[in-house]
């Protein structure tokens, strides 16, 4: 059984591009949650995704939008991306919106 | 969002148990305790949760102070595979807020 899997794992763009991260939650799971980690900090919650419908947010810009699909998978998309931007991206799923959350290993970002 | 306070890091010989302290002295009566680990190059893994009562697993045991202002997180015998960094996190049951985590306890394990 396949746990969180995220891709890409590593990836490299530069200021004032656009990018697109992937995530296919846990089978079974149907809640989908965005965290950005910088180094040496703990993740810091993005969003919530259930039943294709933005649920929570956290405090992130407008320049970080998402979507989850019919299959649970979601997407998370930043624009106009800094510098600042440069983080691991976690990606972790749950059967539920108030169930513990198993974690991805992570799309690590770098914007030049 | 309720806070916790973790030491920054801990060490602790294999084989022996560690307790990792986290205070929340603000937390609610709906906010249920988390702890999550996170191994080098690894997203984070949950452990265990309680609300009020000790709670006990295959990986760990949750100790709750009577007034929940506390808690501790006891590994039984620790390996060096433990060595992690550990969060403790509040969530309210009822919202299911998200998880917000601190800088965490930076586990070292001495072989």
């Known amino acids: 059984d396949a746990g969180v899997t995220q891709s890409p794992t590593h990836l490299i763009k530069t200021r004032g591009q656009q990018v697109t991260l992937r995530c296919s939650p846990k089978?079974?799971?149907?809640?989908v949650s965005w965290y950005q980690q910088a180094l040496g900090q703990g993740p810091q919650f993005i969003f919530q995704?259930?039943?294709?419908?933005?649920?929570q947010r956290g405090n992130f810009p407008d320049r970080f939008s998402g979507h989850q699909f019919p299959n649970y998978s979601s997407e998370l998309n930043v624009n106009a991306l800094l510098l600042g931007d440069s983080a691991l991206y976690l990606c972790?799923?749950?059967?539920?919106?108030?169930?513990?959350?198993?974690f991805g290993n992570g799309t690590r970002l770098t914007v030049t | 969002d309720a806070k916790t306070t973790q030491p920054n890091s801990m060490e602790s010989n294999e084989e022996e148990p560690v307790h990792l302290p986290c205070n929340h002295s603000t937390i609610s009566g709906t906010d249920y305790i988390h702890w999550y680990r996170q191994l080098p190059s690894q997203g984070p893994e949950y452990v265990i949760h309680?609300?009020?009562s000790n709670v006990n697993n295959r990986m760990a045991s949750l100790a709750i102070a009577e007034d929940r202002k506390s808690s501790t997180l006891i590994l039984h015998r620790a390996t060096l595979r433990d060595a992690a960094v550990y969060y403790c996190i509040l969530r309210d049951r009822n919202t299911g807020n998200q998880f917000y985590f601190g800088t965490g306890t930076s586990l070292t394990v001495i072989p």
């Open positions: 309680g609300l009020t």
């Open positions: 972790a799923s749950s059967p539920g919106q108030r169930s513990p959350l198993h």
């Open positions: 995704y259930y039943e294709e419908e933005e649920r």
């Open positions: 089978s079974g799971h149907d809640t």
